[in-house]
T-cell receptor
Framework: GAGVSQSPSNKVTEKGKDVELRCDPISGHTALYWYRQRLGQGLEFLIYFQGNSAPDKSGLPSDRFSAERTGESVSTLTIQRTQQEDSAVYLC???????????????FGPGTRLTVL | GQNIDQPTEMTATEGAIVQINCTYQTSGFNGLFWYQQHAGEAPTFLSY????GLEEKGRFSSFLSRSKGYSYLLLKELQMKDSASYLCAVRDLVQAGTALIFGKGTTLSVSS
């Protein structure tokens, strides 16, 4: 695709429900990242995929959060038993190669705004 | 981004020049990025520095001093559309591996 796309753009859910957020990276990008942006805060790293594997899950805030990637393309971030503190914008980014290998820019999607009531 | 500091807000007028500073502390520095984020939109890439010095790209320039842990983004000939949040992000291979560590962003307001 022309850019990173995410769906849904907005999600309102009740506390305790599960939600699934989707990210479609730029075609050919092997690296995919999930970040969270709470109101008034900086972007917070959640998880990184190289291909379909996740070598770095260090940012996931709890075991209620999980993510997977298939076909070296689409990724889904699942939040189980949502809590009010999960309310944030969830941003996905992709890059040609994993950061640190060479200069590589992460391109961001528009984000999913999650509101937990 | 507890290790990245940048001013919370700045104001400027159309046509002016503004400099947004960013200081950072890293264990394994591997590059510094500046992103622009308009309200409700995705961050968009502006610049990348990994070596000391100035990188110029049109109206925007970015400077890096690795020994001082310091960078700035310089915006010239300001336009109203430059009103946005500017995010400083660092790649630290030791502290964060492959991910970027972001500051909280500087909200720039440009007035006529």
């Amino acid at each position: 695709g022309a850019g990173v796309s995410q769906s849904p753009s907005n999600k309102v859910t009740e506390k305790g429900k599960d939600v699934e957020l989707r990210c479609d990276p730029i075609s050919g990008h092997t690296a995919l990242y999930w970040y969270r942006q709470r109101l008034g805060q900086g972007l917070e790293f959640l998880i990184y995929f190289q291909g379909n594997s996740a070598p770095d899950k260090s940012g996931l805030p709890s075991d209620r959060f999980s993510a997977e990637r298939t076909g070296e393309s689409v990724s889904t971030l699942t939040i189980q038993r949502t809590q009010q503190e999960d309310s944030a914008v969830y941003l996905c980014a992709s890059s040609l190669a994993p950061s640190g290998v060479r200069r590589d820019t992460q391109y961001f999607g528009p984000g999913t705004r999650l509101t937990v009531l | 981004g507890q290790n990245i500091d940048q001013p919370t807000e700045m104001t400027a007028t159309e046509g002016a020049i503004v400099q947004i500073n960013c200081t950072y502390q890293t264990s394994g520095f591997n590059g510094l990025f500046w992103y622009q984020q308009h309200a409700g939109e995705a961050p968009t890439f502006l610049s990348y520095n990994v070596l000391d010095g100035l990188e110029e790209k049109g109206r925007f320039s970015s400077f890096l001093s690795r020994s001082k842990g310091y960078s700035y983004l310089l915006l010239k000939e300001l336009q109203m559309k430059d009103s946005a949040s500017y995010l400083c992000a660092v790649r630290d291979l030791v502290q964060a591996g492959t991910a970027l560590i972001f500051g909280k962003g500087t909200t720039l307001s440009v007035s006529s």
